[in-house]
Nanobody, 126 residues
């Protein structure tokens, strides 16, 4: 089974950058597609970005396209979400998720994911 631990959240000014990491345990990490979701207070959890287990495919929500970059290092069992040009509306708890998938498949809905991390807070404010 895969267990996930997020890190890298914090407080940043508008226009700033953060890099979130999601470290996974378990031998089957390499066969899991990975994704990030976020949830702001009073709002539903929303999709942010996803990557196939091969790393060959990525997919982003329109709201973060061009600003966020998702990558993975299967040798380190870790995925990274580089967030640039952050906006106050990016403020949320960010969750990492893992789900079994085909080599180039990306998963974009919460129900497709089996494992979730505990979340890391990202606050964008001046």
């Amino acid at each position: 089974q895969v267990q996930l631990v997020e890190s890298g959240g914090g407080l940043v000014q508008p226009g700033g950058s953060l890099r979130l990491s999601c470290a996974a345990s378990g031998r089957t990490f390499i066969t899991y597609a990975m994704g990030w979701f976020r949830q702001a207070p009073g709002k539903e959890r929303e999709f942010v970005a996803a990557i196939s287990w091969s790393g060959g495919n990525t997919y982003y929500a329109d709201s973060v396209k061009g600003r966020f970059t998702l990558s993975r290092d299967n040798a380190k069992n870790t995925v990274y979400l580089q967030m640039n040009s952050l906006k106050p509306e990016d403020t949320a708890v960010y969750y990492c998720a893992a789900g079994p998938a085909h080599r180039l498949e990306v998963l974009t809905t919460p129900t497709q994911y089996e494992r979730w991390g505990q979340g890391t807070q990202v606050t964008v404010s001046s």
